[in-house]
């Protein structure tokens, strides 16, 4: 059984310069109340791994804003003209990975793969510094496992197994990090009993989950 | 006289063929589906992880939990189905997809597209554009002909390319442009404008038979 924690809780579970991901797409699916937390404990030079960076107002865009950020890795920074800045002035350092290809190097970090080949890239300048493997005659570019420490998810139901599901689009990159780091905590908009969720609705097992949000009070 | 957006968006929307699945990228092409020709059923997917999304709900009745990869609200029509990220690229780079209709800052006489990057200027990202590109099995580049007095259509990009392959067909507000193992070919030309005038606003050799046929442009309203 997990027992759920409080967001201040979880965000001292993290240390400066932890590499963390989180789950969302330009805001929705994200944890907001984890990152609320994170911002109020001052957290510095944190490595994010997320989709894009939202707006400044919004989502993981907030830790930007506020300074709690060193690195990014992501597919999509256009809609935050903070991390464009920051990027330009050499005060956050951004690797833009595409979109399809961050969610397969994160899915090869969580299920044990050495990588994957993706025809995503090849001649363009994704393909920089990377191995070009010929597989019957076609070429694809060996893009290498992503983990983190931390993956940060929001959920709309958890049960205290930690088992979770997710709505609509705010799914996105969340059940594929699950799998991807060392300590998975997860912010349900729900925690309902064991045994409510039926088991083919359960997208996220509990077993990847090691602590709960408490919802809001 | 419509503006150059819809005129682009009214021809694209001829492409849409029935029971096929169709990604449009943010901004120009989401116009596209204002346009659907009567009888032609198209499920559209957003990246972020729907097949079957339709309009905006009205206002006040949004759910936090459904928008499209711009972050704007949309709805979820009855058959829609939701998945996760890596579902929703399987989809994409699978070949699984039918069509794609994806804005464009040039394209090239080998038809190759950028859309992603201006160095030094302005670094969005590529988002899902580069998978879109390797796997959707038509790419289709909706785009203005020029942007600042500069023809968008070049002899060779000057910007990172998106991906190495050949796109399938450039729509703009000018001209139905088909990137073919010769070169550029000019299909079709706006209501209006003669070959010349293309010829001219247009900074790449274009392949043009004597008789060039206006396009069509599909109705308002759709369906």
Redesign the interface.
Known sequence: MREAISPEAAAALIPDGASVMFGGFMGVGTPERLIEALIARGVRDLTLICNDTASPSCGVGKLIETGCVARVKASHIGANPTTQKKMIAGEIEVELIPQGTLAERIRAGGCGLGGVLTPTGVGTVVEDGKQVIEVDGKRFLLEKPLRADFALLRAHEADYHGNLTYRLTAANFNPVMAFAADCVIAEPDEIVPVGVIPPDAVRTPGVLVRHLVRRPQ | MMDAKEIIARRVALELRDRTLVNLGIGLPTLVASYVPEGVSVAFQ?????IGFGAPPPEGME?????????GFIS?LPGAM?????T??AL??GGHLDMTVLGGLQVDASGRLANWMVPGK??????????LV??AKRVIVAMQHAAKGQSKIVESLTL?????RRVSLVVTELAVIEPTDEGLALRERAPGVSVAEIIANTAAPLLASYDVPEMAIAPKGGA
């Open positions: 957003s990246e972020n992880g729907i759910d936090p939990h459904l928008t499209d990869a711009g972050g979820a939701s998945f996760d990220s890596a929703s690229f994409i780079r302005l670094v969005p990202g590529m988002g899902g554009a580069m998978d390797v796997g990172p390319p998106t991906a190495a």
